[in-house]
């Protein structure tokens, strides 16, 4: 796919790696709409990208339903969707004051796997109506794992857990929608610049910096944003899970 013919839906699209995307693939000439639930956000960056902002919660069926089928309307069409929408959900199983809420858990996993699940579902429903490009390709849908999949650090099982699942639905999903042209790719970032690393102190900034062995710094949203534009365009990869991490490996904490 040419990617000034993309027509993306982002969700958690107004802020940190899905804002970067939103910026980049506009950029090369792409059509986006931006889904998200922070409203204030979702305004300012709807101006700026002259592109729509769709209130969603991903964890609804109903709503990304609507809001899928608002965006294609608005774009004229729907060929790739990027999943960045989530929450961090630190927490330890065993904390201070005892054992982990379960709910706490569970909406960690509501939101990272099924929000991620549900806004895919969605979309390669709606993308398997679309007329064939090259390869007979109908659409992508990109997602962000972590790769604290593999390497979660204590206080991390939830997010883990989350993130894990993501990978591991990958190639399944893939396989599955190859017999309507839609591939699926996940990528995997390691600690990049986000607003929530903004917030950190220096020498935790520092310290995490000087563990990534090569480059020696965290990665910048751009460079996810680049990777996204990559899969769009790449038809030949699907069905893996990209680590994007400058050969970050977690220490336990």
């Not at 693939?25 to 639930?37: E, R, V």
């Not at 609804?60 to 069409?77: H, I, K, Q, Y």
């Not at 939830?158 to 999903?173: D, R």
């Amino acid at each position: 796919m040419q990617l000034k013919q993309v027509k993306a839906v982002i969700t958690g699209g107004v802020s940190g790696l899905g804002l970067a995307a939103a910026r980049h693939l506009k950029s090369l000439g792409g059509a986006i709409t931006l889904l998200d639930i922070n409203d204030k956000a979702g305004e300012q960056v709807s101006k700026e990208l002259g592109a729509e902002y769709i209130r969603t919660d991903v964890t609804s069926e109903s709503a990304v339903t609507d809001a899928l089928d608002r965006a294609r309307t608005g774009m004229g069409g729907l060929n790739v969707a990027v999943n960045c929408a989530g929450v961090i959900g630190a927490g330890r199983v065993l904390g201070r004051e005892g054992p982990m809420d379960l709910d706490f858990f569970a909406n960690v996993i509501r939101i990272n796997l099924v929000g991620t699940f549900n806004v895919a579902k969605a979309a390669a429903a709606l993308m398997e109506q679309n007329e064939p490009f090259e390869d007979d390709e109908r659409g992508v849908i990109i997602n962000t794992a972590s790769v604290a999949a593999y390497e979660g650090q204590i206080g991390q099982a939830a997010y883990a857990a989350s993130k894990g699942g993501v990978v591991g639905m990958t190639l399944p999903i893939a396989r599955e929608l190859a017999r309507c042209g839609i591939r699926m790719v996940t990528i995997a970032p390691g600690v990049f610049w986000t607003p929530m690393v903004d917030e950190m102190p220096e020498q935790i900034q520092a310290s995490l910096s000087a563990s990534v062995p090569y480059p020696k710094r965290l990665g910048r949203p751009e460079e996810f944003a680049a990777m996204a534009a990559h899969i769009v365009e790449n038809v030949y990869l699907n069905g893996t899970t990209i680590r994007l991490d400058g050969a970050t490996r977690l220490a336990p904490k």
